[in-house]
């Protein structure tokens, strides 16, 4: 927000696109501020997309068109100076490739939004989340809700700077991370020490 306010334009970058929560949100948050919004966003599940399309009432999800630019395919729509683009396919394989084609600029903030380790376990390795920091801005704030240890662990060795943020309804913390920013020496020592392993690509393989 205060990025938003300080330089006129924001990225962001959504890990999972789902049925279109988080960015409607994100829209009636900070729409009225001035400035352009980027959010983009991926889905796996082409048909989600096409559900919030046929059925969400809300302007910026029902004027999604569907676009190609050279292998990327993804989705598009704007109001004002909010822009809103959801790449298509696995995001593991289509980001890098996104990157160049569509031109993304470097992203401000990262939703962490991945259903679960358990559940879509190469979004949340090492690999992944040095891919998120490639591509981001000095300034960069990812969010997630998830505490899990290991998560903490595969962040850290990307080279976030990871912090425990308070949690909400029955989630005791949630996790933050930063880019070149000192971590609490205690916090980074807690994980340093902890006996759980990263997440990485070549355990998930195994
Ligand atoms: C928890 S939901 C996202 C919810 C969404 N952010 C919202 O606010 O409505 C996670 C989404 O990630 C998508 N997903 C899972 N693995 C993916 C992948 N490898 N690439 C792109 N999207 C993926 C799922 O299909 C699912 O819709």
């Not at 409607?24 to 889905?43: D, P, W």
């Not at 004027?63 to 990327?72: P, V, W």
Request: charged fraction near 25%; proline fraction near 3%; hydrophobic fraction near 35%.
């Amino acid at each position: 927000m205060s990025k938003l306010k300080r330089d006129g334009e924001i990225t962001i970058f959504e890990v999972g696109y789902g049925l279109g929560v988080g960015a409607i949100r994100t829209f009636e948050k900070i729409n009225s501020l001035e400035g352009k919004v980027h959010f983009i966003s991926c889905e796996l599940d082409e048909g989600l997309i096409n559900w919030s399309i046929e059925n969400d009432s809300h302007p910026l999800l029902n004027a999604l068109i569907e676009k190609n630019e050279q292998g990327t395919k993804f989705y598009q729509s704007s109001i004002g100076n909010f822009h809103l683009t959801i790449i298509v396919g696995d995001i593991r394989k289509t980001l890098s490739v996104a990157k160049i084609d569509l031109s993304l600029p470097e992203f401000n903030a990262i939703y962490q939004d991945a259903f679960s380790p358990k559940k879509n376990p190469h979004l949340w390795t090492t690999e992944w989340f040095s891919e998120l920091k490639g591509l981001s801005a000095s300034d960069c704030v990812l969010s997630t809700y998830s505490a899990a240890m290991p998560i903490r662990k595969s962040l850290l060795s990307a080279g976030w700077s990871v912090f425990k943020r308070e949690g909400y309804g029955e989630k005791r913390s949630t996790t933050i991370a930063r880019l070149g920013i000192e971590m609490n020496p205690v916090f980074l020592q807690n994980i340093e020490n902890s006996p759980e392993q990263c997440l990485s690509d070549k355990l998930l393989k195994k």
